[in-house]
């Protein structure tokens, strides 16, 4: 019993650590091209999943997961 305890608690950790190990989490900060300055409410989409994203915060500042794969972003 104590045995497939263990197995089942590895097997488990082992999921996890692949689950997680297929995203990432970017960030950065939207800003104008012409002056520099923070441009809020900009949304950024990861191109390959349309689904995924997520609009920049006041300060032109945003955080996205990624998934493995994923090579590009549409701002």
Not at 1 to 20: C, D, E, P, Y
Not at 55 to 68: A, L, Y
Request: hydrophobic share 50%; aromatic share 4%; proline share 3%.
């Amino acid at each position: 019993m104590k045995r497939k305890l263990i197995v089942a608690f590895t097997l488990i950790l082992a999921l996890l650590v692949s689950v997680s190990a297929q995203q990432r989490t970017i960030t950065g900060t939207v800003t104008s091209a012409s002056d520099g300055l923070a441009l809020p409410g900009v949304s950024v989409v990861v191109k390959e999943a349309a689904t995924i994203g997520v609009i920049t915060d006041v300060n032109g500042k945003f955080s996205i997961n990624v998934p493995s794969g994923a090579e590009n972003l549409e701002f």
